[in-house]
């Protein structure tokens, strides 16, 4: 491994911007359907300011690569827009308007921030109708609201479900060991229940329910055990990615959320999983997380895959085309740090709206890290960083913790740092 680390490293010089594969992977996902999604907004919306849709990446993050979709006004107050999606598709989406300065996020009844709604497509026809409490940077709400208080069994045995994630009008909660979870402040009116297990032991479901002021609504839910298949991931390369170095594979199972690494053999990677059939798996490789490192198009969008089982499947081989890992025309930061020999595992933290997952640093033996970002570095300010002795970052470097480094240059830089104690 830290030979194989060794010789890459003059191959991480000549990545840059990677030519698009013809196809992205072989995947045959279910046929598209549309799905029409009306909102109401919150009286005294201005009628000047556009309303649009935001898809969002649960992968790379809430606040990256949403996907904006233009809404038109249906009626007073009211919007809509259609969308085209594969058939068993999960939609996760919240609403924003377009003001003067920025985009405004809706926010719940409470005032909390919506991080997002789900809907579940099952098939075509779908008509959904949803309500915004309030915006925020309007006054809070005063619409009347109601609570639900639900429990989760499974079907085939009864038994109560823990660990189920709930989802309606943007509030999210998880059921607790009894298979109890309950909704306070959901304003008046039929609502859309969303019930996913991110260990992927029971399919999702969805149902309505409505919500009068000031009372419970009850609700008794019953999931179906979810029926696996042995799913192959091959990863075909792009022409310039280095060889040698760890790629993971992410995805919205719990199994998946730090990522599992790919084996490398005939010039590819191949992962088997054990996956539940008929979820909607979104997923991404990468050399990092879901935002550092991330596969990227030529044109540097980040890629999210979508990977939809059909019932029945036992056995089922995708062969993806690796796009790239560079982002754009900004350049790869190469870091090169000499620590103590001791040191064992090393991580690279970097700090972008907060301090990220840190990232396993690549071990060369002798005391030699190295970590080549390839994206994003196309940031304008400095990017501050720091050395870590452990994933938690509870030990740092002892004399000069935070470190700082410029993006977005035509050439890569080579960063290299010495660390001489840890605290």
Same mark, same amino acid.
């Given at each position: 491994?830290?030979?194989?680390?060794?010789?890459?490293?003059?191959?991480?010089?000549?990545? %840059?911007?990677?030519?698009?594969?013809?196809?992205?992977? $072989?995947?045959?996902?279910?046929?598209? #359907?549309?799905?029409?999604?009306?909102?109401?907004?919150?009286?005294?919306?201005?009628?000047?300011?556009? @309303?649009?849709?935001?898809?969002?990446?649960?992968?790379?993050?809430?606040?990256?690569?949403? !996907?904006?979709?233009?809404?038109?006004?249906?009626?007073?107050?009211?919007?809509?827009?259609?969308?085209? #999606?594969?058939?068993? %598709?999960?939609?996760?989406?919240?609403?924003?308007?377009?003001?003067?300065?920025?985009?405004?996020?809706?926010?719940?009844?409470?005032?909390?921030?919506?991080? &997002?709604?789900? *809907?579940?497509?099952?098939?075509?026809?779908?008509?959904?109708?949803?309500?915004?409490?309030?915006?925020?940077?309007? +006054?809070?709400?005063?619409?009347? #609201?109601?609570?639900?208080?639900?429990?989760?069994?499974?079907?085939?045995?009864?038994?109560?479900?823990?660990?189920?994630?709930?989802?309606?009008?943007?509030?999210?909660?998880?059921? $607790?060991?009894?298979?109890?979870?309950? *909704?306070?402040?959901? +304003?008046?009116?039929?609502? /859309?229940?969303?019930?996913? $297990?991110?260990?992927?032991?029971?399919?999702?479901?969805?149902?309505?329910?409505? @919500?009068?002021?000031?009372?419970?609504?009850?609700?008794?839910?019953?999931?179906?055990?979810?029926?696996?298949? /042995?799913?192959?991931?091959?990863?075909?390369?792009?022409?310039?990615?280095?060889?040698?170095?760890? @790629?993971?594979?992410?995805?919205?199972?719990?199994?998946? %959320?730090?990522?599992? @690494?790919?084996?490398?053999? $005939?010039?590819?990677?191949?992962?088997?999983?054990?996956?539940?059939?008929?979820?909607?798996?979104?997923?991404?490789?990468?050399?990092?997380?879901?935002?550092?490192?991330?596969?990227? &198009?030529?044109?540097?969008?980040?890629?999210?895959?979508?990977?939809?089982?059909?019932?029945?499947?036992?056995?089922?081989?995708?062969?993806?085309?690796?796009?790239?890992?560079?982002?754009?025309?900004?350049?790869?930061?190469?870091?090169?740090?000499?620590?103590?020999?001791?040191?064992?595992?090393?991580?690279?933290?970097?700090?972008?709206?907060?301090?990220?997952?840190?990232? +396993?640093?690549?071990?060369?033996?002798?005391?030699? &890290?190295?970590?080549?970002?390839?994206?994003?570095? /196309?940031?304008?300010?400095?990017?501050?960083?720091?050395?870590?002795?452990?994933?938690?970052?509870?030990?740092?470097?002892?004399?000069?913790? #935070?470190?700082?480094?410029?993006?977005?240059?035509?050439?890569?830089?080579?960063? !290299?740092? /010495?660390?001489?104690?840890?605290?």
């Amino acid at each position: 491994m830290r030979r194989a680390l060794s010789l890459a490293l003059l191959g991480l010089l000549l990545a %840059s911007c990677q030519p698009a594969r013809p196809a992205i992977t $072989d995947v045959q996902n279910p046929p598209l #359907v549309s799905v029409i999604l009306n909102v109401l907004t919150p009286p005294g919306t201005p009628a000047n300011e556009p @309303v649009q849709l935001d898809v969002v990446d649960l992968l790379t993050g809430l606040s990256f690569n949403r !996907q904006a979709v233009n809404m038109q006004r249906s009626g007073e107050g009211s919007y809509a827009t259609t969308l085209s #999606v594969p058939a068993g %598709s999960l939609l996760t989406y919240r609403y924003s308007r377009v003001s003067a300065a920025a985009a405004v996020d809706e926010v719940s009844a409470t005032g909390e921030p919506i991080a &997002y709604r789900s *809907f579940l497509v099952s098939g075509a026809g779908h008509v959904v109708h949803d309500l915004i409490a309030a915006w925020a940077d309007a +006054p809070a709400s005063t619409l009347p #609201v109601g609570q639900v208080a639900g429990r989760i069994t499974a079907a085939d045995s009864g038994q109560p479900l823990d660990g189920i994630a709930v989802r309606a009008a943007g509030l999210a909660t998880i059921s $607790d060991a009894e298979g109890r979870f309950y *909704f306070d402040g959901l +304003p008046q009116g039929l609502h /859309n229940m969303v019930l996913t $297990d991110p260990e992927g032991r029971y399919q999702s479901f969805q149902q309505g329910a409505l @919500v009068a002021a000031g009372s419970q609504t009850p609700a008794e839910l019953q999931l179906q055990p979810a029926v696996l298949a /042995n799913v192959t991931f091959i990863l075909v390369p792009s022409a310039n990615s280095p060889a040698g170095v760890p @790629v993971f594979l992410l995805g919205n199972l719990t199994a998946l %959320s730090h990522g599992m @690494v790919l084996t490398a053999h $005939d010039g590819g990677y191949s992962l088997t999983l054990q996956l539940p059939s008929g979820i909607d798996l979104r997923y991404k490789y990468s050399l990092g997380d879901g935002f550092w490192n991330a596969e990227h &198009y030529a044109e540097g969008g980040f890629v999210q895959r979508q990977l939809i089982i059909p019932a029945g499947t036992q056995q089922l081989t995708v062969r993806d085309n690796l796009q790239g890992w560079t982002a754009g025309s900004s350049a790869p930061l190469w870091f090169d740090l000499s620590a103590p020999a001791d040191s064992g595992a090393v991580y690279l933290q970097f700090k972008l709206l907060d301090w990220a997952t840190p990232l +396993p640093m690549w071990d060369l033996g002798g005391g030699r &890290y190295t970590y080549v970002l390839y994206s994003p570095t /196309n940031f304008g300010e400095g990017l501050e960083y720091r050395y870590c002795r452990d994933a938690a970052c509870s030990q740092l470097e002892a004399d000069a913790p #935070v470190r700082q480094v410029n993006g977005n240059q035509r050439e890569m830089q080579q960063i !290299q740092d /010495n660390l001489s104690a840890w605290q």
